[in-house]
């Protein structure tokens, strides 16, 4: 079966321009979660979709973060204005719903350099 | 703060060793997963352990959970030097498989 699909795979922007990524989960996975994983730390999550509904955002930084999977398959996440803090890859992952033994499935990640 | 931390941070070894990585969470969990980073790439899943389990194999792994004292740990034997990555703990709260991974073991094997 075909992986997690994410481009690009780099990015190197200045800081106040605007990046988006995206995203295209394993067919007939519902479930899609972008991280954020900065240099030498474990993956945060940003956002988690289940279909085209947003099941938690509580770590996104909705003033410059913003994500969408408007018809509950691929997924954009764009960033705007971009901080040098944003530096980082951006991952994103997907499952079947509920609890799987096989856990989450993540895509090679987009790393992003902010200067 | 993280749901899980790893224990210790970085590890090195020589082939054919054991590497035993530690990772404690502070919530209660309905289970918890590792999963292994290789450098610049994306996260692969090893291993998951429900909360009413205390132990689990997969072919050279072994997890333990112990849930009153909130804590797991990876066991790798035999190492490869294919083994060097980042492993993290991963604690699932509910349902819904939302994640809170901890920093990660640094794992070096060396041939």
């Known amino acids: 079966e075909a992986g997690v699909a994410q481009s690009p795979r780099y990015k190197i922007i200045e800081k106040r321009q605007s990046v988006a990524f995206w995203c295209n989960p394993i067919?007939?996975?519902?479930?899609l979660y972008w991280y954020q994983q900065i240099l030498g730390q474990g993956p945060k999550l940003l956002i988690q979709f289940q279909n085209n509904g947003v099941v938690d955002d509580s770590q996104l930084p909705k003033d410059r973060f913003s994500a969408e999977r408007l018809k509950g398959v691929d997924s954009t996440l764009k960033i705007q204005p971009a901080k040098l803090e944003d530096s980082a890859v951006y991952l994103c992952?997907?499952?079947?719903?509920?609890?799987?033994?096989?856990?989450?499935?993540f895509g090679p990640g987009t790393r992003l350099t902010v200067t | 703060s993280q749901q899980g931390e790893e224990d210790p941070q970085a590890l090195s070894i020589q082939e054919g060793e054991n590497a035993t990585m530690n990772c404690s969470y502070k919530t209660s969990i309905n289970n918890l997963q590792w999963y292994r980073q290789n450098s610049g790439r994306g996260l692969v899943h090893l291993i998951l352990i429900r909360s009413n389990e205390r132990e689990k194999h997969s072919g050279r792994l072994r997890v333990t959970l112990d849930t009153s004292k909130k804590s797991s740990s990876l066991l790798i034997t035999a190492s490869r030097a294919a083994d060097t990555a980042s492993y993290f703990c991963a604690a699932n709260k509910a349902a819904g498989n939302k994640l809170t991974f901890g920093g990660g073991t640094r794992v070096l094997v060396k041939p």
């Open positions: 067919s007939g996975h519902a479930t």
């Open positions: 992952a997907s499952s079947v719903t509920g609890t799987n033994p096989r856990g989450q499935y």
